[in-house]
């Protein structure tokens, strides 16, 4: 038995995409090689493609008016969730950045900030509506507020400087406001994200919330920034080019665009309610009085 165990065979993991709930490879079959820091080939990667992206929309927006119908404090269980699984998972999410070419200490550090940033965005689920609420003074005999409400799908293309912490930004900042997401998560770090797209799938998230594709920006950001059934659009990085087009391309449905540099995730302002904010619209009711 022994000699049979010394022989055995690691069962080695395949990397797919995380789409309206199920782990699909990409319709293409394409996919691109992941090296470790020795130039070893450690994964084969699924290079989503722009039909990928597309079913990804459509189980996005099947998913979101349920969604953004769940109570404030039913995002917050869930978003709690989402972090308790991932410290269930720690060393997994260790193991798979020191793989990819970071120390431990990096490692350990990134998994930290990513989960406790889940907790953070938790608390504001039933909070942000009435820190950015208001009453509106009006010259008219009515009565006139405004409160924010989801603005619907959004398209994320994921910061590629670190594995974890900018993908949690966008999902979490996305999905506590009420909306669906699809996210690129580019080539340099993905192992990280399908693992997360694991722990999505075992923390009550309903299917098609949250969609993860991996593959490339280059190829994917101008379909992505010009789909018509794209509400709003996260740019992480540091790419001038690329964010011209995007905002060029967002300008034709009128999607709002929210842009972060790499350096954004190593600041203080990471966390913050503003950035739940940018993905919202804010809708204004009146109401006669004193007639």
């Not at 691109?32 to 450690?42: H, R, S, W, Y």
């Not at 989503?48 to 008016?65: E, G, L, N, T, W």
Request: hydrophobic letters at 45%.
């Amino acid at each position: 038995m022994s000699e049979i165990t010394s022989k055995r065979i690691a069962v080695a993991k395949t990397y797919k995409l995380f789409v309206d709930g199920k782990f699909p490879r990409t319709e293409s079959g394409r996919y691109f090689k992941l090296a470790d820091a020795n130039g070893m080939v450690i994964a084969n990667i699924c290079q989503a493609s722009r039909k990928d992206f597309r079913d990804a929309i459509v189980a996005a927006r099947k998913a979101q008016p349920a969604w953004a119908g769940s109570t404030a404090y039913n995002k917050g269980q869930i978003l709690y969730r989402i972090a308790e699984v991932m410290e269930g998972r720690r060393e997994q999410f260790i193991d798979e950045f020191i793989i990819q070419g970071f120390d431990k200490k990096s490692a350990i550090e990134e998994v930290n900030n990513a989960i406790d940033l889940l907790i953070y965005f938790a608390g504001w689920s039933d909070k942000y509506q009435a820190v950015f609420s208001s009453v509106n003074p009006v010259a008219t005999s009515h009565f006139n507020f405004s409160h924010p409400e989801p603005t619907g799908v959004v398209a994320a293309i994921i910061c590629s400087a670190q594995p974890l912490v900018p993908l949690v930004h966008a999902v979490a900042t996305a999905i506590v406001g009420g909306n669906s997401i699809v996210a690129l998560i580019q080539e340099k770090y993905p192992l990280t994200a399908i693992t997360f797209g694991e722990v999505l799938h075992s923390s009550d998230v309903p299917a098609g919330v949250v969609n993860l594709l991996t593959g490339f920006a280059k190829e994917l950001a101008s379909h992505m920034s010009s789909h018509m059934d794209v509400n709003a659009i996260i740019y992480q990085g540091d790419d001038k080019t690329q964010l011209h087009l995007i905002e060029n391309n967002a300008s034709l449905n009128v999607k709002r665009v929210a842009k972060y540099d790499s350096a954004y995730f190593l600041g203080d302002e990471l966390r913050s309610p503003y950035p739940i904010v940018v993905l919202q619209e804010l809708k204004t009711t009146w109401h006669p009085i004193g007639i």
